[in-house]
């Protein structure tokens, strides 16, 4: 099966990319060693799938500040890599946080995105919507998930301690509890050899992500939406989408039964017919 790799250089950030597959273009944002680990090789017969870092993934060549991970740059960033990759008009992919970023650039680049797909995500990164996912686990009886999330955080702070640069992955594997269907499940290859700018995380994740308003010019967003979910996510949990869904032209929702926060992996075969059949229903 085709499969290409390189660089794409913007700004002073090295921008990884993988290509793998045959068919329609898929554009993944996020971590292209990240994300290409967790879709299936039988989709990849189907779509051509390419991962492409953003700047909190990519390496950094020159010096950098908050100015360099603002919502214009990064989804600029995006179109340059498409146009790198020599793509015309693709189905865009964004997973949890990168889903807003999807989001954004299909606002501003229209004409370049036919299809959008946004898994594992919520519709805000709101203190409410927080508390409504704390609500969520709490009121799951499932106490061995509990009492390893329990465990985990206590390891959590002298795993932060002396705030090391992989912060962001560090967390994410001791939250495996509120991710996957499976709370013993170990994550780690899936991040190994992972390269994160925490500064990006810090100030994206911490500061744009809770005042982006996914309603904001949605009667002016006329493609497909896919939004795949996990029942047993209890990051971003499937209830939180009832007040919103009704402001999306064309909204599919799909809820995976035995999934957390990546239903392409945990339920890859259902995943791949779910989205395989909408694509099909959506030319």
């Known amino acids: 099966m085709d499969s290409q790799s390189g660089t794409i250089t913007v700004d002073g950030f090295e921008l990884g990319y993988c290509v793998e597959g045959?068919?329609?273009?898929?554009?993944?944002?996020?971590?292209?060693?990240?994300?290409?680990?967790t879709f299936s090789s039988e989709l990849r017969h189907h779509l051509r799938l390419n991962f492409v870092d953003h700047r909190g993934f990519g390496r950094a060549t020159a010096s950098y500040s908050d100015a360099s991970f603002e919502l214009d740059v990064l989804v600029d960033d995006i179109e340059e890599a498409r146009r790198a990759l020599g793509?015309?008009?693709?189905?865009?992919?964004?997973?949890?946080?990168?889903?807003?970023?999807?989001?954004?650039?299909?606002?501003?680049?229209?004409?370049?995105?036919?299809?959008?797909?946004?898994?594992?995500?919520?519709?805000?990164?709101s203190m409410k919507s927080f508390k409504a996912a704390d609500r969520y686990l709490e009121e799951s009886v499932c106490p061995e998930r509990k009492a390893r999330l329990t465990a985990n955080m206590a390891r959590l702070p002298d795993e932060l301690a002396g705030n090391p640069p992989d912060r962001f992955i560090r967390r994410s594997l001791?939250?495996?509890?509120?991710?996957?269907?499976?709370?013993?499940?170990?994550?780690?290859?899936?991040?190994?050899?992972?390269?994160?700018?925490?500064?990006?995380?810090?100030?994206?994740?911490?500061?744009?992500?809770?005042?982006?308003?996914?309603?904001?010019?949605?009667?002016?967003?006329?493609?497909?939406?896919?939004?795949?979910?996990?029942?047993?996510?209890?990051?971003?949990?499937?209830?939180?989408?009832?007040?919103?869904?009704?402001?999306?032209?064309?909204?599919?929702?799909?809820?995976?039964?035995?999934?957390?926060?990546?239903?392409?992996?945990?339920?890859?075969?259902?995943f791949d017919q779910e989205l395989l059949a909408w694509l099909a229903q959506k030319p």
Request: glycine content about 8%; charged content about 20%; cysteine-free.
């Open 22 to 37: 045959t068919g329609r273009d898929v554009l993944v944002v996020g971590s292209a060693l990240y994300y290409r680990r």
């Open 87 to 125: 793509l015309s008009e693709v189905v865009l992919l964004g997973h949890s946080g990168h889903g807003y970023l999807a989001m954004a650039y299909a606002h501003k680049y229209p004409h370049a995105v036919s299809h959008i797909i946004l898994l594992a995500m919520s519709p805000d990164s």
């Open 174 to 270: 001791l939250s495996g509890p509120r991710i996957w269907y499976d709370f013993a499940y170990d994550a780690a290859p899936l991040w190994r050899d992972v390269t994160v700018i925490p500064e990006m995380f810090d100030y994206v994740w911490g500061k744009l992500w809770p005042s982006f308003d996914i309603t904001e010019g949605l009667d002016q967003l006329y493609q497909p939406v896919f939004l795949g979910l996990g029942r047993y996510d209890y990051w971003n949990p499937p209830h939180l989408w009832e007040t919103v869904r009704q402001q999306f032209h064309d909204l599919r929702i799909r809820v995976f039964e035995k999934s957390g926060h990546n239903p392409q992996l945990e339920e890859a075969e259902l």
